[in-house]
């Protein structure tokens, strides 16, 4: 009776332990499903590129706007882009006498993190890319239309409105434009 016990006693405790083999499937089923994972994950952070990208823009054209409903002209911009300069009129509460003289906060942001964007040296730039700088086109005639692009392979059109900004990052190995207008 002893020896059964033992016997059964010996057999629970071993069944109860991995071998080597079985640990080996688990850990090769988690890398497959960590693998399946991996480009559902990289959407999802593009995507949210996209979208930050997007409302970046929006309140790029915003700042503008408002800039010339409160001194009646749109900011001074010769570069094309919402460079270093255009955002020190933006985002400047310190009085310019040329180009902000009250100092006005129009553009509220912070400095540029990968995946969330931001200002830098270069400018105002989009999530994607630290040196990737906003563009933007101003209706400095006022016949109300400006020239943008209307896809990321360099097609532009002439649309109504007063202000454009857009960026063209690579999404993967995809150039995607995001703008401000539609």
Request: include cysteine; glycine fraction near 6%; charge should be positive.
């Amino acid at each position: 009776m002893n020896f059964r016990q033992s016997a059964a006693t010996r057999s629970r405790t071993g069944a109860s332990a991995f071998t080597l083999v079985e640990l080996l499937v688990v850990i090769a089923i988690i890398a497959i499903l960590m693998g399946l994972l991996f480009p559902a994950t990289q959407s999802a952070f593009n995507s949210s590129k996209k979208t930050t990208a997007k409302n970046q823009t929006v309140q790029i054209a915003t700042a503008i706007t408002a800039y010339e409903a409160e001194y009646g002209r749109l900011p001074s911009n010769t570069t094309g882009k919402v460079d270093s300069a255009l955002v020190n009129i933006l985002c400047s509460t310190t009085a310019d006498t040329n180009n902000n003289p009250r100092g006005v906060l129009f553009l509220d942001s912070s400095a540029w993190k990968s995946g969330k964007g931001g200002t830098n040296s270069y400018g105002f730039c989009d999530p994607f890319n630290a040196t990737n700088v906003y563009l933007v086109a101003l209706d400095t005639n006022y016949n109300n239309q400006i020239t943008v692009p209307t896809n990321a392979s360099g097609a532009t059109a002439t649309i109504t409105k007063h202000v454009g900004v857009w960026s063209i990052p690579k999404v993967g190995s995809t150039d995607v434009l995001i703008n401000s207008w539609d």
